[in-house]
């Protein structure tokens, strides 16, 4: 078997935000905890409002507010914020970002996750976040070639990383 060393303790310092959502009477606030520290890292849970999809071009707004007000507890200075959705999560946290000073780098690793599959009044909102990332990260060369070519994203903006494990180490 292989294993692999998941402590951070000899990394650069990090934490997470990993919001939950939340809608009233439907779906009640979860029973994960506001804050937890995982094998070493501190991870913040923030509850957000999940609007409704009549709502979709407002879905940024709640999740915006919860990253400003856990941002508030997270480490000052952070420099880098790496996420795995575009909308509504990377839409806010870009706007987080260019408020702090922070550099946001976005990781794709689909079709869906970047709009690809549904054109219309969604990709204004994909194109804006992928525009405005400072990095991305796709998980084949097939999406980094549709994300330059569908949003005109500069091709140095997009490194291709694949999903994976290396048996042979």
Known sequence: PVTVDISFKNYMPAEVLAPISYF??????????RDET???LKVYHPRYLALPEALFGQRWRPYH?????ALGGVTPGAGVYQLDWVYPDAVAAIRCARQTGAKVVLTIHGHAAVGLLQPGRQAG???AALLAADGIIAVSQ???SKIVERF?????KVAVI??????AK
């Open 162 to 167: 694949y999903n994976g494990v290396d048996v």
């Open 125 to 127: 909102f994909y194109e």
């Open 38 to 40: 995982m094998e070493g």
């Open 152 to 156: 005109g994203v500069a091709e140095r």
């Open 65 to 69: 507010h919860a990253l400003r007000g």
């Open 142 to 144: 097939e999406l980094k």
């Open 24 to 33: 009233p009477f439907i779906r009640r606030h979860s029973t994960v905890p």
